[in-house]
Protein backbone atom coordinates (compact mmCIF):
# COMPACT_ATOMS: atom_id res chain seq x y z
CA UNK A 1 0.00 0.00 0.00
CA UNK A 2 1.19 3.30 -0.72
CA UNK A 3 2.23 5.78 1.75
CA UNK A 4 -0.68 8.14 0.10
CA UNK A 5 -3.23 5.96 0.73
CA UNK A 6 -1.76 4.87 4.39
CA UNK A 7 -1.95 8.98 4.92
CA UNK A 8 -5.59 9.01 3.13
CA UNK A 9 -6.87 6.25 5.84
CA UNK A 10 -5.77 7.96 8.63
CA UNK A 11 -7.56 10.73 7.50
CA UNK A 12 -10.95 9.46 6.97
CA UNK A 13 -10.20 8.06 10.60
CA UNK A 14 -9.84 11.37 12.03
CA UNK A 15 -5.89 10.59 13.22
CA UNK A 16 -4.39 13.64 12.92
CA UNK A 17 -1.46 12.72 14.00
CA UNK A 18 -0.71 9.52 12.14
CA UNK A 19 -1.84 11.83 9.15
CA UNK A 20 0.60 14.35 9.45
CA UNK A 21 3.29 11.99 10.40
CA UNK A 22 2.34 10.02 6.95
CA UNK A 23 2.37 13.64 4.88
CA UNK A 24 5.92 14.69 6.42
CA UNK A 25 7.01 10.87 5.32
CA UNK A 26 5.91 11.05 1.76
CA UNK A 27 8.19 15.01 1.45
CA UNK A 28 11.33 13.72 3.16
CA UNK A 29 11.30 10.47 1.03
CA UNK A 30 10.22 12.23 -2.22
CA UNK A 31 13.20 14.41 -1.16
CA UNK A 32 15.91 12.43 -0.77
CA UNK A 33 14.99 9.80 -3.17
CA UNK A 34 17.03 12.06 -6.16
CA UNK A 35 17.13 9.93 -9.44
CA UNK A 36 14.03 7.93 -8.26
CA UNK A 37 11.84 10.67 -7.73
CA UNK A 38 9.53 10.49 -10.63
CA UNK A 39 6.36 13.32 -11.55
CA UNK A 40 4.26 11.42 -9.52
CA UNK A 41 6.51 11.41 -6.28
CA UNK A 42 6.85 14.53 -6.98
CA UNK A 43 3.22 16.17 -7.16
CA UNK A 44 2.15 13.60 -4.24
CA UNK A 45 4.51 15.24 -2.49
CA UNK A 46 3.99 19.07 -3.66
CA UNK A 47 0.45 18.04 -2.38
CA UNK A 48 1.26 17.04 0.87
CA UNK A 49 3.43 19.69 1.72
CA UNK A 50 0.55 21.94 1.07
CA UNK A 51 -1.29 19.84 3.75
CA UNK A 52 1.82 20.40 6.14
CA UNK A 53 1.90 24.01 5.46
CA UNK A 54 -1.70 24.46 5.66
CA UNK A 55 -1.80 23.18 9.03
CA UNK A 56 1.29 25.65 9.95
CA UNK A 57 -0.89 28.53 9.00
CA UNK A 58 -3.74 27.50 10.85
CA UNK A 59 -1.09 27.67 14.07
CA UNK A 60 0.13 30.99 13.06
CA UNK A 61 -3.44 32.51 13.00
CA UNK A 62 -4.15 31.09 16.00
CA UNK A 63 -1.84 33.30 17.59
CA UNK A 64 -3.53 36.54 18.96
CA UNK A 65 -1.28 39.54 20.02
CA UNK A 66 -1.66 39.98 23.42
CA UNK A 67 -0.24 41.96 26.39
CA UNK A 68 2.45 41.37 26.60
CA UNK A 69 2.55 42.31 23.39
CA UNK A 70 6.85 42.20 22.94
CA UNK A 71 6.65 37.89 23.72
CA UNK A 72 3.22 37.35 21.06
CA UNK A 73 4.61 39.50 18.73
CA UNK A 74 8.35 37.31 18.68
CA UNK A 75 5.96 34.31 18.93
CA UNK A 76 3.97 34.82 15.65
CA UNK A 77 7.11 36.44 13.79
CA UNK A 78 8.66 32.77 14.51
CA UNK A 79 5.75 31.70 12.91
CA UNK A 80 5.10 33.64 10.01
CA UNK A 81 9.15 33.74 9.52
CA UNK A 82 9.09 29.89 9.20
CA UNK A 83 5.20 29.87 7.31
CA UNK A 84 6.73 31.87 4.73
CA UNK A 85 9.89 29.40 4.44
CA UNK A 86 7.21 26.24 4.25
CA UNK A 87 5.38 28.19 1.72
CA UNK A 88 8.35 29.64 -0.76
CA UNK A 89 9.50 25.86 -0.63
CA UNK A 90 6.05 24.77 -2.17
CA UNK A 91 7.32 26.64 -5.26
CA UNK A 92 9.98 23.73 -5.89
CA UNK A 93 7.46 21.17 -6.56
CA UNK A 94 6.47 23.22 -9.99
CA UNK A 95 2.90 22.29 -9.60
CA UNK A 96 0.51 24.89 -11.44
CA UNK A 97 -2.16 24.24 -7.84
CA UNK A 98 0.64 23.95 -5.75
CA UNK A 99 1.93 27.25 -7.02
CA UNK A 100 -1.05 28.75 -6.59
CA UNK A 101 -1.77 27.63 -3.43
CA UNK A 102 1.14 28.65 -1.75
CA UNK A 103 0.70 32.28 -3.27
CA UNK A 104 -2.55 32.82 -2.17
CA UNK A 105 -1.40 31.25 1.48
CA UNK A 106 1.73 33.61 1.54
CA UNK A 107 -0.42 36.90 0.68
CA UNK A 108 -3.25 35.49 3.42
CA UNK A 109 -0.04 35.55 6.10
CA UNK A 110 0.36 39.17 5.15
CA UNK A 111 -2.90 39.90 5.53
CA UNK A 112 -3.62 38.31 9.00
CA UNK A 113 -0.42 39.36 10.15
CA UNK A 114 -1.86 43.42 9.56
CA UNK A 115 -5.45 42.00 10.97
CA UNK A 116 -3.79 40.72 13.54
CA UNK A 117 -1.62 44.50 14.68
CA UNK A 118 -4.77 45.93 14.18
CA UNK A 119 -6.95 43.57 16.39
CA UNK A 120 -4.08 43.20 19.04
CA UNK A 121 -4.84 43.90 22.75
CA UNK A 122 -3.92 47.70 23.69
CA UNK A 123 -1.75 48.28 26.73
CA UNK A 124 -4.18 49.00 29.58
CA UNK A 125 -2.35 51.56 31.39
CA UNK A 126 -2.19 54.02 28.24
CA UNK A 127 -3.49 58.00 28.31
CA UNK A 128 -6.34 58.57 25.68
CA UNK A 129 -3.23 61.04 23.87
CA UNK A 130 -1.03 58.09 24.08
CA UNK A 131 -3.43 55.49 23.37
CA UNK A 132 -4.15 57.67 20.27
CA UNK A 133 -0.66 57.44 19.41
CA UNK A 134 -0.54 54.29 20.04
CA UNK A 135 -2.77 53.07 17.07
CA UNK A 136 -1.85 55.35 14.83
CA UNK A 137 1.69 53.62 15.11
CA UNK A 138 -0.11 50.01 14.71
CA UNK A 139 -1.63 51.42 11.33
CA UNK A 140 1.63 52.37 10.21
CA UNK A 141 2.81 49.05 10.93
CA UNK A 142 0.05 46.84 9.60
CA UNK A 143 -0.44 48.78 6.48
CA UNK A 144 2.45 47.47 4.79
CA UNK A 145 1.66 44.00 5.13
CA UNK A 146 -2.17 44.95 3.56
CA UNK A 147 -0.11 46.07 0.79
CA UNK A 148 2.69 43.10 0.54
CA UNK A 149 -0.90 40.99 0.16
CA UNK A 150 -2.26 42.65 -2.41
CA UNK A 151 0.96 42.36 -4.18
CA UNK A 152 0.93 38.85 -3.64
CA UNK A 153 -2.24 38.28 -4.66
CA UNK A 154 -1.46 39.84 -7.95
CA UNK A 155 1.04 37.38 -8.71
CA UNK A 156 -1.75 34.96 -8.57
CA UNK A 157 -3.95 37.05 -10.78
CA UNK A 158 -0.99 37.06 -13.06
CA UNK A 159 -1.19 33.36 -12.75
CA UNK A 160 -4.87 33.43 -13.67
CA UNK A 161 -4.29 35.37 -16.70
CA UNK A 162 -1.45 33.25 -18.45
CA UNK A 163 -3.93 30.34 -17.88
CA UNK A 164 -3.52 28.93 -14.35
CA UNK A 165 -7.63 28.66 -13.64
CA UNK A 166 -8.07 27.31 -10.44
CA UNK A 167 -9.74 27.39 -6.75
CA UNK A 168 -7.04 29.46 -5.49
CA UNK A 169 -6.60 31.98 -8.34
CA UNK A 170 -10.48 32.49 -8.09
CA UNK A 171 -10.28 33.15 -4.28
CA UNK A 172 -7.12 35.61 -4.89
CA UNK A 173 -9.05 37.78 -7.33
CA UNK A 174 -12.05 37.68 -4.96
CA UNK A 175 -9.93 38.86 -2.19
CA UNK A 176 -8.34 41.37 -4.71
CA UNK A 177 -12.26 42.68 -5.27
CA UNK A 178 -12.70 42.67 -1.52
CA UNK A 179 -9.16 44.56 -0.55
CA UNK A 180 -9.29 46.79 -4.07
CA UNK A 181 -12.99 47.23 -5.10
CA UNK A 182 -12.11 50.15 -7.16
CA UNK A 183 -9.37 47.87 -9.48
CA UNK A 184 -11.04 44.36 -8.89
CA UNK A 185 -14.75 44.37 -7.96
CA UNK A 186 -15.92 43.85 -11.69
CA UNK A 187 -19.66 42.78 -11.79
CA UNK A 188 -20.65 40.79 -15.03
CA UNK A 189 -24.35 40.98 -16.09
CA UNK A 190 -26.90 38.07 -16.92
CA UNK A 191 -29.40 38.97 -18.93
CA UNK A 192 -32.26 37.03 -16.60
CA UNK A 193 -34.46 34.90 -17.46
CA UNK A 194 -36.85 35.68 -20.79
CA UNK A 195 -40.40 35.57 -19.48
CA UNK A 196 -41.80 35.22 -23.22
CA UNK A 197 -41.62 31.31 -24.66
CA UNK A 198 -42.01 33.44 -27.90
CA UNK A 199 -40.54 36.26 -28.10
CA UNK A 200 -37.52 37.91 -26.27
CA UNK A 201 -37.18 41.58 -27.08
CA UNK A 202 -34.18 44.04 -26.44
CA UNK A 203 -33.88 47.23 -26.05
CA UNK A 204 -31.03 49.34 -25.25
CA UNK A 205 -31.08 51.29 -21.61
CA UNK A 206 -29.62 54.42 -24.06
CA UNK A 207 -32.97 54.11 -26.21
CA UNK A 208 -34.46 54.84 -23.21
CA UNK A 209 -33.28 57.78 -22.69
CA UNK A 210 -35.72 61.10 -22.81
CA UNK A 211 -34.28 63.43 -24.64
CA UNK A 212 -32.82 60.68 -27.16
CA UNK A 213 -36.09 60.09 -29.75
CA UNK A 214 -35.45 58.95 -32.88
CA UNK A 215 -37.21 60.55 -35.63
CA UNK A 216 -38.19 57.83 -37.32
CA UNK A 217 -39.01 55.41 -34.34
CA UNK A 218 -42.36 53.26 -34.13
CA UNK A 219 -45.33 55.10 -32.63
CA UNK A 220 -45.02 55.31 -28.74
CA UNK A 221 -47.78 53.12 -28.82
CA UNK A 222 -46.69 50.07 -30.35
CA UNK A 223 -42.85 50.28 -29.31
CA UNK A 224 -44.02 49.85 -26.10
CA UNK A 225 -46.31 46.79 -26.90
CA UNK A 226 -43.57 45.53 -29.04
CA UNK A 227 -40.48 46.03 -26.14
CA UNK A 228 -40.52 43.35 -23.05
CA UNK A 229 -37.68 44.51 -20.83
CA UNK A 230 -34.93 42.07 -19.75
CA UNK A 231 -35.19 41.66 -15.91
CA UNK A 232 -32.80 42.78 -13.67
CA UNK A 233 -30.74 40.52 -13.07
CA UNK A 234 -27.90 39.16 -10.23
CA UNK A 235 -24.85 40.31 -10.74
CA UNK A 236 -21.82 37.69 -11.01
CA UNK A 237 -19.27 38.61 -9.06
CA UNK A 238 -15.29 37.62 -9.43
CA UNK A 239 -14.73 34.32 -8.71
CA UNK A 240 -17.78 33.42 -10.57
CA UNK A 241 -20.80 33.11 -8.51
CA UNK A 242 -23.42 35.49 -7.95
CA UNK A 243 -22.55 37.77 -5.31
CA UNK A 244 -25.23 36.40 -2.64
CA UNK A 245 -23.57 33.15 -3.60
CA UNK A 246 -20.18 33.86 -3.17
CA UNK A 247 -20.86 35.01 0.69
CA UNK A 248 -22.78 32.67 1.46
CA UNK A 249 -20.05 29.58 0.03
CA UNK A 250 -16.90 31.32 0.50
CA UNK A 251 -15.19 29.56 3.59
CA UNK A 252 -12.80 31.02 5.81
CA UNK A 253 -9.25 30.41 4.41
CA UNK A 254 -8.59 28.50 7.80
CA UNK A 255 -11.47 26.11 6.55
CA UNK A 256 -9.67 25.12 3.40
CA UNK A 257 -8.62 22.06 3.27
CA UNK A 258 -6.54 20.41 0.48
CA UNK A 259 -7.59 16.96 -0.63
CA UNK A 260 -5.67 14.14 1.03
CA UNK A 261 -2.77 13.11 -1.35
CA UNK B 1 -48.85 38.79 -27.56
CA UNK B 2 -47.42 40.17 -30.08
CA UNK B 3 -49.24 40.30 -34.28
CA UNK B 4 -47.00 39.71 -36.61
CA UNK B 5 -49.20 41.57 -38.71
CA UNK B 6 -48.79 44.82 -36.50
CA UNK B 7 -45.00 44.01 -35.99
CA UNK B 8 -44.98 44.24 -40.10
CA UNK B 9 -46.75 47.73 -40.55
CA UNK B 10 -44.56 49.06 -37.48
CA UNK B 11 -41.35 48.72 -39.83
CA UNK B 12 -40.17 51.69 -41.69
CA UNK B 13 -38.60 50.85 -44.79
CA UNK B 14 -35.17 51.23 -43.64
CA UNK B 15 -35.87 49.18 -40.32
CA UNK B 16 -36.75 46.52 -43.52
CA UNK B 17 -33.34 46.61 -44.64
CA UNK B 18 -31.83 46.20 -41.27
CA UNK B 19 -33.52 42.84 -40.65
CA UNK B 20 -31.45 41.09 -38.52
CA UNK B 21 -31.08 37.47 -40.06
CA UNK B 22 -34.62 37.56 -40.97
CA UNK B 23 -36.41 34.38 -41.37
CA UNK B 24 -33.10 32.16 -39.62
CA UNK B 25 -33.91 28.59 -40.39
CA UNK B 26 -33.20 26.21 -36.84
CA UNK B 27 -30.60 23.99 -37.28
CA UNK B 28 -27.92 25.67 -38.90
CA UNK B 29 -25.92 26.11 -35.61
CA UNK B 30 -22.09 25.97 -36.16
CA UNK B 31 -20.71 22.48 -35.04
CA UNK B 32 -21.42 22.60 -31.39
CA UNK B 33 -23.88 19.31 -31.52
CA UNK B 34 -23.02 15.84 -31.45
CA UNK B 35 -24.29 13.71 -34.36
CA UNK B 36 -26.49 12.07 -31.77
CA UNK B 37 -27.83 15.25 -30.71
CA UNK B 38 -28.27 16.40 -33.91
CA UNK B 39 -30.36 13.14 -34.51
CA UNK B 40 -32.83 14.50 -31.24
CA UNK B 41 -33.37 17.66 -33.09
CA UNK B 42 -36.70 18.52 -33.31
CA UNK B 43 -38.80 19.99 -36.14
CA UNK B 44 -37.02 22.88 -37.67
CA UNK B 45 -38.89 26.19 -36.68
CA UNK B 46 -38.29 29.58 -37.70
CA UNK B 47 -36.95 33.10 -35.94
CA UNK B 48 -37.68 36.62 -37.08
CA UNK B 49 -35.58 39.47 -35.60
CA UNK B 50 -36.80 42.48 -36.38
CA UNK B 51 -34.75 45.43 -36.25
CA UNK B 52 -36.28 47.88 -33.38
CA UNK B 53 -35.30 51.59 -32.76
CA UNK B 54 -32.43 50.75 -29.96
CA UNK B 55 -33.22 47.41 -30.37
CA UNK B 56 -34.67 44.43 -31.77
CA UNK B 57 -37.02 41.67 -31.31
CA UNK B 58 -36.48 38.20 -32.00
CA UNK B 59 -39.46 36.04 -32.60
CA UNK B 60 -39.79 32.14 -32.73
CA UNK B 61 -42.78 31.14 -33.35
CA UNK B 62 -43.90 27.81 -30.83
CA UNK B 63 -46.83 25.88 -30.96
CA UNK B 64 -47.28 24.62 -27.88
CA UNK B 65 -50.50 23.46 -25.50
CA UNK B 66 -52.02 26.05 -23.26
CA UNK B 67 -50.94 23.80 -20.40
CA UNK B 68 -47.11 24.04 -21.86
CA UNK B 69 -47.55 27.69 -21.98
CA UNK B 70 -48.68 27.64 -18.41
CA UNK B 71 -45.75 25.66 -17.14
CA UNK B 72 -43.10 27.92 -18.69
CA UNK B 73 -45.09 30.92 -17.71
CA UNK B 74 -45.26 29.01 -13.63
CA UNK B 75 -41.35 28.16 -14.21
CA UNK B 76 -40.33 31.82 -14.92
CA UNK B 77 -42.05 32.99 -11.89
CA UNK B 78 -39.64 29.83 -10.00
CA UNK B 79 -36.51 31.01 -10.98
CA UNK B 80 -37.22 34.57 -10.47
CA UNK B 81 -38.08 33.87 -6.95
CA UNK B 82 -35.24 31.62 -6.84
CA UNK B 83 -36.68 28.39 -6.65
CA UNK B 84 -34.54 26.59 -8.50
CA UNK B 85 -35.41 22.96 -7.80
CA UNK B 86 -38.54 23.30 -8.61
CA UNK B 87 -38.02 25.75 -11.28
CA UNK B 88 -35.39 23.45 -13.33
CA UNK B 89 -37.87 20.44 -13.06
CA UNK B 90 -40.97 22.79 -14.88
CA UNK B 91 -38.45 23.66 -17.02
CA UNK B 92 -37.17 20.03 -18.05
CA UNK B 93 -40.86 19.38 -18.51
CA UNK B 94 -41.40 22.28 -21.04
CA UNK B 95 -38.14 21.27 -22.81
CA UNK B 96 -40.03 17.81 -23.28
CA UNK B 97 -42.89 19.11 -24.33
CA UNK B 98 -42.14 22.03 -26.48
CA UNK B 99 -38.19 20.76 -27.46
CA UNK B 100 -38.37 23.48 -30.19
CA UNK B 101 -38.82 26.16 -27.52
CA UNK B 102 -35.35 27.99 -27.87
CA UNK B 103 -36.24 30.40 -24.44
CA UNK B 104 -36.45 27.29 -22.50
CA UNK B 105 -33.81 26.13 -23.06
CA UNK B 106 -32.39 29.64 -21.99
CA UNK B 107 -33.62 29.63 -18.95
CA UNK B 108 -32.35 26.50 -17.94
CA UNK B 109 -29.21 27.36 -18.77
CA UNK B 110 -29.39 29.94 -16.47
CA UNK B 111 -31.28 28.43 -13.59
CA UNK B 112 -28.33 25.24 -13.76
CA UNK B 113 -25.11 28.48 -13.59
CA UNK B 114 -27.24 29.98 -11.00
CA UNK B 115 -27.28 26.95 -9.10
CA UNK B 116 -23.39 26.27 -9.70
CA UNK B 117 -24.23 23.43 -12.15
CA UNK B 118 -21.98 24.73 -15.42
CA UNK B 119 -22.09 21.49 -17.53
CA UNK B 120 -25.53 21.11 -17.41
CA UNK B 121 -25.77 24.79 -17.84
CA UNK B 122 -23.55 24.69 -20.63
CA UNK B 123 -25.89 21.60 -22.41
CA UNK B 124 -28.60 23.59 -22.31
CA UNK B 125 -26.95 26.98 -23.40
CA UNK B 126 -25.45 25.39 -26.47
CA UNK B 127 -28.87 23.37 -27.26
CA UNK B 128 -30.21 26.54 -27.63
CA UNK B 129 -28.29 28.02 -29.98
CA UNK B 130 -28.68 24.85 -32.45
CA UNK B 131 -31.98 25.67 -31.81
CA UNK B 132 -31.81 30.00 -33.03
CA UNK B 133 -28.01 30.20 -33.43
CA UNK B 134 -28.15 34.26 -33.26
CA UNK B 135 -29.61 34.66 -30.09
CA UNK B 136 -27.58 36.72 -28.15
CA UNK B 137 -28.68 36.28 -24.63
CA UNK B 138 -27.67 32.72 -25.26
CA UNK B 139 -24.27 33.84 -26.01
CA UNK B 140 -24.30 35.87 -23.24
CA UNK B 141 -25.16 33.45 -20.56
CA UNK B 142 -22.81 30.37 -22.35
CA UNK B 143 -20.08 32.96 -22.14
CA UNK B 144 -20.68 33.16 -18.60
CA UNK B 145 -20.71 29.74 -17.61
CA UNK B 146 -17.30 29.32 -19.93
CA UNK B 147 -15.87 32.13 -18.18
CA UNK B 148 -16.63 30.63 -14.50
CA UNK B 149 -15.39 27.28 -15.86
CA UNK B 150 -11.93 28.82 -16.84
CA UNK B 151 -12.28 28.75 -20.64
CA UNK B 152 -11.50 32.09 -21.12
CA UNK B 153 -11.15 31.94 -25.06
CA UNK B 154 -14.19 30.95 -25.63
CA UNK B 155 -15.88 32.75 -23.43
CA UNK B 156 -14.57 35.81 -25.51
CA UNK B 157 -15.87 33.72 -28.71
CA UNK B 158 -19.04 34.05 -27.63
CA UNK B 159 -19.91 37.43 -26.66
CA UNK B 160 -18.29 38.08 -29.43
CA UNK B 161 -20.78 36.11 -31.27
CA UNK B 162 -23.20 37.93 -29.34
CA UNK B 163 -21.98 41.04 -30.57
CA UNK B 164 -21.90 40.04 -33.74
CA UNK B 165 -26.06 39.29 -33.46
CA UNK B 166 -26.20 43.18 -31.99
CA UNK B 167 -23.55 44.86 -31.81
CA UNK B 168 -24.96 47.05 -29.30
CA UNK B 169 -25.87 44.52 -27.04
CA UNK B 170 -24.81 46.30 -23.72
CA UNK B 171 -24.56 42.60 -21.85
CA UNK B 172 -21.95 41.10 -24.01
CA UNK B 173 -19.79 44.45 -24.03
CA UNK B 174 -19.47 44.53 -20.16
CA UNK B 175 -18.86 40.95 -19.72
CA UNK B 176 -16.16 40.97 -22.46
CA UNK B 177 -14.60 44.37 -20.63
CA UNK B 178 -14.68 42.11 -17.30
CA UNK B 179 -12.96 39.33 -19.02
CA UNK B 180 -10.48 41.10 -21.10
CA UNK B 181 -10.00 43.11 -17.98
CA UNK B 182 -9.37 40.76 -15.02
CA UNK B 183 -9.09 37.29 -16.96
CA UNK B 184 -7.22 38.22 -19.74
CA UNK B 185 -4.98 41.03 -19.24
CA UNK B 186 -5.71 42.61 -22.31
CA UNK B 187 -6.36 46.51 -21.19
CA UNK B 188 -7.26 47.69 -24.49
CA UNK B 189 -10.15 45.34 -25.45
CA UNK B 190 -11.54 46.11 -21.77
CA UNK B 191 -11.23 49.83 -22.70
CA UNK B 192 -12.92 49.35 -25.43
CA UNK B 193 -15.85 47.43 -24.28
CA UNK B 194 -16.62 49.14 -21.06
CA UNK B 195 -16.65 52.04 -23.37
CA UNK B 196 -19.56 50.77 -25.66
CA UNK B 197 -21.20 49.31 -22.67
CA UNK B 198 -21.09 52.96 -21.30
CA UNK B 199 -22.54 54.79 -24.48
CA UNK B 200 -25.46 51.63 -24.13
CA UNK B 201 -26.11 52.27 -20.45
CA UNK B 202 -25.06 56.05 -20.11
CA UNK B 203 -26.16 56.06 -16.15
CA UNK B 204 -24.51 53.48 -14.82
CA UNK B 205 -21.57 55.60 -12.86
CA UNK B 206 -19.63 52.30 -11.43
CA UNK B 207 -18.52 51.52 -15.09
CA UNK B 208 -17.84 54.94 -15.72
CA UNK B 209 -15.51 54.53 -13.09
CA UNK B 210 -14.32 51.55 -14.41
CA UNK B 211 -13.11 53.47 -17.52
CA UNK B 212 -11.51 56.14 -15.49
CA UNK B 213 -9.36 53.71 -13.46
CA UNK B 214 -8.78 51.68 -16.29
CA UNK B 215 -7.36 54.79 -18.07
CA UNK B 216 -5.33 55.52 -15.27
CA UNK B 217 -3.45 52.75 -15.00
CA UNK B 218 -2.85 52.04 -18.99
CA UNK B 219 -1.31 55.42 -18.68
CA UNK B 220 0.83 54.77 -16.13
CA UNK B 221 1.38 51.10 -17.58
CA UNK B 222 0.22 49.23 -15.73
CA UNK B 223 -1.33 45.50 -15.76
CA UNK B 224 -2.85 43.76 -13.79
Same mark, same amino acid.
Given at each position: ???????????????????????????????????????????????????????????????????????? +????? *??????? &? !????? =??? /?? %?????????????????????????????????????????????????????????????????????????????????????????????????? +????? *??????? &? !????? =??? /?? %????????????????????????????????????????????? | ????????????????????????????????????????????????????????????????????????????????????????????????????????????????????????????????????????????????????????????????????????????????????????????????????????????????????????????????
Amino acid at each position: MTRAKIAAIHKAANDEASYYDELEEIVRVDAGAGADRTGRTRTIAGRSALVLAERLYGEFVAVRLSQPFDVS +LQRKQ *TLMDALI &A !ALGGL =VDY /EL %ADVTAAATFYIAETYMQFSRSLMESERPADLAPADLADYELALEEEAFPFEEQAIEVHQKNLELLQAGVFNAWTEKSLGHLAALVPGRYARDELSAGF +LPSIE *TYAYRSP &A !ADVPA =VVA /ED %AASPVVAAELTIRPEPAPAVAPGGETQAETQAEMPAETERQVEAP | MMRPARIVRSLSTAAVLLLLGLLVAAGTARGAASTNRKAELPEPTRVEVEAQPGGFVMTQKVKVSAAVQSDYDAAVRMVEQERYDSGIATLQQVTEQAPQATAAHINLGIAYARRGELDLAEDSLRRALELNPRHPVAYNELGLVQRRKGEFAAARRSYESALSVFPDFHYAHRNLGVLCDLYLGAPGCALEHYEAYARAVPGDEEVTKWIAELRNRTAQGGNP
